[in-house]
């Protein structure tokens, strides 16, 4: 079994309600059509995983990665599809491990789950529609989330409630990494906003360069208070902070508007950048250098990480003990 974590395993298949939601507006995988949809592709323990399982685990990695910009062969996407295949079996093993687990207040859970799942679409008529488009029913949808609650208790309880991460481990961490909590050098910045449209006339643009130039000379030439006349002028929602943009560092903010930024020094105004949004005028007023963030304000966030990341390792030794037992049959064609 391949290094991931357990709540990867977990959400690795469209039949559990993560990955319903990740489903959304999924084109189909390529010759998922053809296919017989219940036609099993893997046994464990005589538990089928279908085709359809697999095809909707498919389309969901494989648009991530043209979204990444990876195409894959038809030779690449079938090696891909046996390593999906091995992650629903991974999958298949830890939820039959946990089926036997108690869990309090099971059916309060798996409402919250639903209602979360819901909430996440536009209106109820869409959520219905997404369910058909996926071949769930509702029954079914509830069944998924309840094992996946299922789950994420016997995790709970069986691995991550045992591990313990000291102070020692926690200081290590720190003091072997300190890249990590280095906090580079940021600048705090106002600026005052003329959005100009995609789709925009010339002369449109022409009155919209001239209102900002305008803006600039009552900043600069009439010396007017910058935060009053953003309140005033500027198309941003931080025109209510006096166009305020708090402390950012390099390549937060698009790339035109951060080379200004960057380049002035404390209380200087820039002259008119312009960026996708429109045309700004940028103020530079403050900064902050670069440091170390203290071992106290990281200790908590070291302990999750390292306590995840022991959890993981725990549930991947035991899948892995649980396949050399099981019966698994692999039936991809």
Known sequence: MTSKTWKQILTGACA???????????????????????????????????????NDVMTNDLRMLEQRGTQLTLEQRLGYERQVLGKLVDQELLIQAASKTEVPDVDKKVDAQIAQIKASFPDPKMFEEQLKKVGRSAEQLRAD????????????????????????????????????????????????????????????????????DKARDRVTTGKEDFAKVAAEVSDCPSKQKGGDLEFFGKGQMVAEFDKAAFALKPGEIS????????????????????????????????????????????????????RKTAKVETLLK
């Open 16 to 54: 559990l309600a993560g990955t319903f939601v990740l489903a959304q507006n999924q084109p189909a995988t390529p010759g998922a059509v053809a296919d017989n949809p219940n036609e099993a592709v893997a046994k464990v323990n005589d538990k089928a995983i279908t085709r359809r399982q697999l």
């Open 145 to 212: 989330v309840r094992q996946m609650v299922t789950v994420q208790v016997f995790v709970e309880s069986e691995f991550a409630g045992k591990v313990k991460v000291g102070d020692d481990q926690i200081k290590a961490f720190y003091d072997e990494h300190p890249d990590y909590f280095a906090k580079p050098a940021q600048i705090r910045a106002s600026h005052i906003l003329v959005t100009v449209p995609q789709d925009a006339s010339d002369d449109v643009k022409k009155a919209k360069r001239a209102a900002i």
């Open 271 to 322: 002259d008119v950048v312009t960026t996708q949004f429109g045309y700004h005028v940028i103020k530079h007023t403050g900064e902050q250098p670069a440091e170390k963030r203290p071992l106290d304000a990281m200790k908590d966030s070291i302990e999750k990480f390292l306590k995840k990341r022991e959890v993981d390792k725990q549930v991947t030794q035991f899948v892995e003990a649980q």
